[in-house]
C-alpha cells in the first residue's frame, strides 16, 4: 500500500475547531511536524479537509 508523507506548515488557530481536531487525529504535535500514514481513503479524506494547513505527498 502506498504511503503518505505530511508535514503541518500552517498553524490552525484562525480555523474552526473541526480542523484543529483534524489536525491532532493525523498525529501532528506541534507546526512543521512529519507524520507517515498508509494511503487509505479515510486519511486521504483528512487530509483533503487541511489541504490549505498542510503539505503532502504519496510514496510507493
Do not use: C, D, Y
Not at 34 to 50: I, R
Amino acid at each position: 500500500m502506498p504511503k503518505v508523507k505530511a508535514t503541518w506548515v500552517k498553524s490552525a488557530i484562525a480555523f474552526p475547531l473541526r480542523q484543529k481536531r483534524t489536525i491532532k487525529a493525523l498525529g501532528f504535535k506541534k507546526l512543521n511536524s512529519k507524520v507517515e500514514h498508509e494511503a487509505t481513503p479515510q486519511v486521504m479524506g483528512m487530509l483533503n479537509s487541511v489541504k490549505h494547513l498542510v503539505k503532502w505527498e504519496v510514496s510507493e
